[in-house]
């Protein structure tokens, strides 16, 4: 799975940050749901999304700590 195909960045959304596509949901908020134990069926019904958007969401932040360029897709 690419992250790319699920997480986009476009100016009018959030002010620009990370979200899992066609919604407003930040992949920041998606993290730190994980990182308190939330199970990914409740996040994944609470925001309704999907289970690769979480997937992504993770995958995203592995590039970031890797300390590699993570480019975004631009706005459609």
């Known amino acids: 799975m690419k992250w ?3 997480i986009g960045v476009d100016p009018n959304v959030c002010h ?3 979200c899992i596509k ?5 992949v920041s908020v998606v993290l730190a749901d994980i990182a308190v134990g939330e199970p990914f069926e ?3 019904s609470g ?3 999907e289970r690769e958007d979480i997937q ?3 995958y ?3 590039a970031l700590a890797q300390d590699r ?4 897709p631009e706005a459609v």
Do not use: N
């Open 4 to 6: 790319q195909d699920r």
């Open 16 to 18: 620009g940050k990370p």
């Open 22 to 26: 066609g919604t407003r949901v930040l």
């Open 42 to 44: 409740a996040i994944m």
């Open 47 to 49: 925001y309704h999304i």
């Open 56 to 58: 992504a969401a993770l």
């Open 60 to 62: 995203f932040a592995v």
């Open 69 to 72: 360029y993570a480019p975004l």
